[in-house]
């Protein structure tokens, strides 16, 4: 999975937003999930971020209304499309905490 997301380092977010994203590196593994973050935000396990796993979805926002998602590296780094103007990047989570995440595997 991380493998798979990382070939999109780079990737202008104007071609991939973040959801968009996330759905293309699941796709690369064969996994399909929701175009949208609120759709992704409804599969697999719910836990919080500090259970997550490399490999999860991680979330920012509330469960009825995230606003965006990036796939979580372990260590706390995560891998995202973070806005308008930059490119599919890691980051820290100790920057930009997320609010909860999803067990996909």
């Known amino acids: 999975m ?6 999109y380092l780079g990737t ?9 994203f996330t759905q293309a590196a699941f796709a690369k593994i064969g996994r399909t999930i929701g ?3 609120y759709a992704q935000a409804t599969l697999g396990t719910h836990v ?7 490999g999860d979805l991680i979330f920012w926002g509330s469960d009825s209304a995230p606003y965006h998602v990036g796939i979580y ?19 820290s989570t100790t920057y930009y905490t997320p609010s ?6």
């Not at 202008?12 to 968009?20: F, K, L, N, R, V």
């Not at 909860?100 to 595997?105: D, E, K, L, R």
């Open 2 to 7: 991380i493998a798979a997301a990382k070939t």
């Open 12 to 20: 202008p977010y104007e071609q991939m937003d973040c959801s968009a």
């Open 35 to 37: 175009r949208t973050t």
């Open 48 to 54: 919080s971020f500090s259970s997550a796993q490399a």
């Open 73 to 91: 590296l372990g260590n706390g780094q995560y891998i995202a499309s973070p806005t308008e103007g930059e490119t599919v990047s890691i980051k």
């Open 100 to 105: 909860f995440a999803i067990h996909m595997f």
